[in-house]
Every structure is written in C-alpha cells, then in structure tokens.
C-alpha cells in the first residue's frame, strides 16, 4: 500500500515556507506530515496532505513547481529498537532509503514538528511569548 | 634592437600613403582569393581598383564576427591550410568558437607589433617578463611569449593559475615585467600577502594589464599593491590577439594603434556611417599586412574615441582611448569573452531546462563570478535533491566545456526571473567598473 507525497521546490529566500503554508490553510487543505530538505542552494519541501489533488493544484496555481511521489507509510512499533527493525528489513532486503521522516502522534491528538532556527534562544522566548506551549525533551523522551 | 619604430614618428601624409598603398594591395588580393568577400563587394558594386584613397574605405563593407560564424572554420583564410602555421580561437556567439590562422609571416608580424608594444612601456632586453596570460588556444599568452622573445627580453611563460607559486616564481626569478589581465595583478597582491611575501622585495617595475575591462581605480590599486607602473594593452584575436593598440608610460589619454598595421575608424553603430574624429563610437579595424585571415572592415564592437593629439613619447600614431562598453551583450568574464547566447546554446541542449534563464556577473574580492540562473520547471523536478544536484553539475560541466569558464548554477522557481515585454534582460552585471 503507498500513499501519495507532493513535493515542492523551494528556492532559498524567506518567506516561502509561510506562502506555502497559508495557500493551504486558504484551500482548506490539512497537513498531516512534512519534512524540508535543504542544501546551499535550493530546497525541496515534502509534504503529506489530506487532499493531494486540491493541494497540488493550488500550490502551482500559486507559482511553485509541484511533483508528485508515492512514499510507503509504515507503522513503526513505539518501542526501543523499533526503527531499528524495520531498518534491517529494508537492508536485508536490499534497498537504500533515499529520504525519511517522522509523524508523530501524541495520545492528546496533537502532532510534534520539531524545529532549529538560526538564533534559538531568541526563538524560544518569542514562541513562549505568543502563547505557544513548548515540548521540553523529557515529555519527548518520556514513553 | 627596438626603441621607437620608424613607423611610430612618420607625418600624417607619410602615415596615411603607407596605409593607402597596404589598403589597396590588400583588397586586391581578398577581392581575388576569398569568394565570400568577392560577393560582399559586388553585392555593393565596388572593385579594387575604386579604392583611390584613404577616404574609399568606406565604401567597403564590414566584416563581422557571424561572417566568420557563416565561414567557419576556415572560410575566409586567403591561403591554402599548407600555408598557415597556426591556429586560435576565441569564444563564438553560439556554439561554435571564432577560428583564426596566422600563416609565417604573420607570426613574425604578430612577434614584431607585439614587441613594439612591449618597447612602448620600456621593456628591453634585460627584462624577465612574467607572462601570466593563459597560454593556449587563446590569443594572449603565446601573442605575448613571441613578441617578448623577439623583443630580446627573457620571458617567464607561466600562464594562468597556481597564484602562490607564481608569487614565489616572481620573487626568486627576480621578474621586472608583469603580463596579466587586471583581476588576475590583483589576485596575485593577495597572493603575496598571503605567502608573506612584501612586493618591495619583488623587482617589479612595469605591468601590461588587457584582455578584460578595467577602471582607474583598479589601476591605482593594482600599481599601489604591487609596487609597479601599470599600462593598458588592446587587442583581439580576429585581428592578431594582443599588439593592436598600447599605452606608453608617458600616455595618460590612450593606447598608441599600430596603424600601419591595423587601420582603425570609428563607425556610429546605429548608422553604421564614420564619425569624425573625437568623436565615440564602434572601433573598426581592417588589417593591412595581415596574410592568412586579413579582415576588411572588421566590427570590435567595442567603444571607443580616436585622438591625433601629439604624445610626448614622440610617437605620432593615433591613439584610441581605453575602452568605454560594448555595442553588443559580450561579457568578459576572468578574461575569457562569454555571450549570453553561448550560455542559452548549452542550456538548450539540456534536456529539460526552460528557455527561462539569467546571468548573474559579480566580482568575489578579485575574481568575476558568473551565476546562471534556471528556473526549475516541472519536467526536471522529481522530489529528489540528487536530480537537481545533477542537474546544477551538468550545466556547470557543459559551460566549463564550450566556454572555458567556469560558473555557478542557482535553481530558482518558476516565473521568478523577470519575463520584459520586449527583449529579456539575460544579464544582470554587478561588477563596478
């Protein structure tokens, strides 16, 4: 079983993530899960969307280059080496991961993005500020 | 052996005779031995022996750099290929390079105008010259070589590339005269600061900067870091490569032209008609003594003015001032001539690459860096980095292989680079001049 990914090419200037993301909340279109890929020049967004149709359609509608991938979701068992299982499968069958990412589901609902930004500290006390509830590494961490 | 040439201090009338009869002989001759001139002359009906004066040059029609594209590779040589003892080449407006031949004399004649050129800024025999000029099928650096041999001086045959080594070389070989494009006396400073050598230690004195555009501030900061006097050189290779026109140390108003040799005038290049003299325009050339590939009226595309304003070197040749811009979209990019529509041929020879395309040319410290701009279409984007990666490598690899330079590639969305109305603006130069 596959389930569809679109991906969106980014180039590196600010601003890109926020108009992506808005043309989907305007399109009422809900992410389920995403990852960024970067290197010095350029970027591609990944992205797993309740509506990849509507989705892929309004992104190049909005001027990005979209293409669309089929990826494999697999249930990953929540436990110490529970990757690691799956990951010796895939070796031994003989196939190379060219990209993964994780989704997370937590028992209220809510998923788990994780970030880094250039200046972090500053980061943290402007989303504490915003009201956003913050993830400390223990109730990551714990199981 | 060489100090002022005969030919340097002649009167206008002696001057102007020489060149009339050279003209005359010359026209003959590619009126007689090059098909495509023949039809270029009796398109307009004009014979050889029309050319009465100096004046009757006009009536001829122009060279240009597409009648050597249409005639390439060797189309419009005027001697069998037995003759011609060497080949260049220089960058083309599309895919293909400009070809020139030089038969014997020519390269005994190139040696001679070269060395003069070299006299022209005090360089004799006794010097060690540092020819930095790349060496190869580019005109600069074995012009130069020949005409310092012939000058009697000792040359350095360097070429291009490997900085730290050339510093040293400099320093231990004691070389007095530098030969290199500006940008390159520039990266070679830093090079000395880096390799903890003081250019007071070096015994340079004088250094020959061409091949590529510079400003008189670059000129100051070039003498200042290397302790030397520096002196523009101007030539191309369609009419010999470098020794066409150079400053003496007393010229502070422009190259002295070898008008014996290359006949220059200043055309308006909308109407194509001379202007007078002082007066800016496109610098035309036709060579006089030139065997293999002599060019009647050949278009440089380059700006420029002529002066007959007396030097105080003596030297009564016309002097063209230093290079304002260009008539055309050529760019020069570390010393090599790039076209907008050399980079276009490459990308649409790759598969999946948009006609959507800018050139970004700016200067990192001393070094011109050009940036190709594509946009990412949806034929090319995969989801994978490793495509793009590969993609970006391809085009860089290509450019480096057709154009000799070498370029950063920048993926960019689509629509990004500005679409005008009319022609699109492929280049964006950032380097001030």
């Known amino acids: 079983m596959q389930v569809e990914q679109i991906a969106v090419f980014l180039e590196n200037k600010s601003g890109r993530l926020a108009e992506i993301t808005s043309i989907l909340a305007e399109n009422d279109i809900n992410i389920r899960a995403l990852s960024v890929a970067d290197t010095a020049d350029f970027g591609i967004l990944r992205l797993i969307v309740n509506d990849v149709t509507k989705a892929q359609a309004v992104l190049k509608k909005g001027g990005f280059t979209v293409s669309k991938t089929d990826v494999i979701a697999v249930a990953v068992p929540d436990r110490v080496g529970g990757l690691a299982e799956v990951l010796r499968a895939v070796t031994e069958g003989g196939y190379n991961v060219e990209y993964m990412y994780a989704y997370a589901h937590r028992a209220d609902g809510s998923a788990v993005m994780i970030f880094r930004f250039d200046a972090m500290a500053d980061a943290v006390a402007m989303l504490k500020d915003k009201g956003f509830a913050l993830v400390s590494s223990r109730e990551i961490c714990a199981t | 052996m060489i100090g002022i040439d005969e030919m340097e201090t002649l009167p206008r009338a002696g001057m102007e005779s020489i060149q009339l009869q050279r003209l005359q002989t010359l026209v003959a001759r590619v009126y007689d031995r090059v098909q495509p001139y023949r039809e270029k002359m009796d398109r307009v009906g004009i014979k050889p022996a029309h050319i009465r004066s100096l004046a009757d040059l006009r009536r001829l029609p122009f060279t240009t750099k597409d009648d050597l594209r249409d005639n390439y590779p060797y189309g419009l040589f005027t001697v069998p290929m ?40 005090d360089v004799h025999r006794g010097d060690l010259v540092h020819n930095a000029y790349g060496y190869g099928l580019f005109t600069g650096g074995l012009g130069a070589h020949y005409g310092i041999e012939a000058l009697g001086a000792t040359v350095i045959p360097v070429s291009g590339g490997n900085s730290k080594r050339q510093v040293t070389i400099m320093r231990d070989f004691g070389s007095t005269v530098l030969l290199s494009t500006p940008s390159y006396a ?40 290397l302790g030397l006097r520096a002196v523009d050189i101007y030539g191309l290779s369609e009419i010999i490569g470098p020794g066409v026109a150079m400053e003496c140390l007393h010229s502070e108003h422009g190259m002295h032209i070898l008008e014996d040799n290359f006949l220059p005038e200043i055309v308006d290049p909308n109407t194509m008609e001379p202007l007078p003299l002082g007066e800016e325009g496109e610098l035309v050339f036709t060579t006089l003594t030139k065997e293999a590939l002599p060019l009647i009226r050949y278009r440089t595309k380059d700006i420029s003015r002529l002066t007959l304003e007396p030097c105080a070197c003596g030297r009564t040749l016309i002097r063209m001032a230093k290079v304002s811009g260009r008539t055309d979209d050529m760019l020069i990019i570390r010393g090599v001539n790039v076209f907008p529509s050399q980079v276009e041929h490459v990308l649409m020879g790759i598969d999946g ?3 959507h395309y800018q050139l970004e040319v700016s200067r990192e410290g001393n070094m011109d860096v050009m940036a190709i701009l594509v946009e990412v279409s949806e034929r090319i984007f995969s989801g994978e980095i490793k495509v793009l990666e590969r993609l970006s490598r391809s085009i860089q690899m290509e450019i480096k292989d057709m154009l000799g330079v070498s370029c950063k590639v920048r ?23």
């Open chain 2, 411 to 433: 993926l960019v969305e689509p629509r990004s680079i500005q679409r005008s109305e009319g022609k699109a603006q492929r280049v964006i130069d950032r380097r001030t001049q």
């Open chain 2, 353 to 355: 690459v948009e006609p």
């Open chain 2, 82 to 121: 037995d003759d011609v003892i060497r080949l260049h080449a220089s960058s083309g407006t599309t895919g293909k390079p400009t070809v020139v031949g030089y038969t014997e004399a020519d390269i005994q004649l190139w040696s001679s105008v070269m060395a003069r050129c070299l006299a022209m800024a």
């Open chain 2, 186 to 225: 520039l990266n070679l400073a830093d090079a000395m600061v880096d390799a903890g050598i003081d250019p007071a230690e070096l015994k340079l004195r004088v250094g020959i900067h061409g091949a590529e555009p510079w400003s008189v501030h670059m000129r100051q900061e070039v003498e200042r870091k």
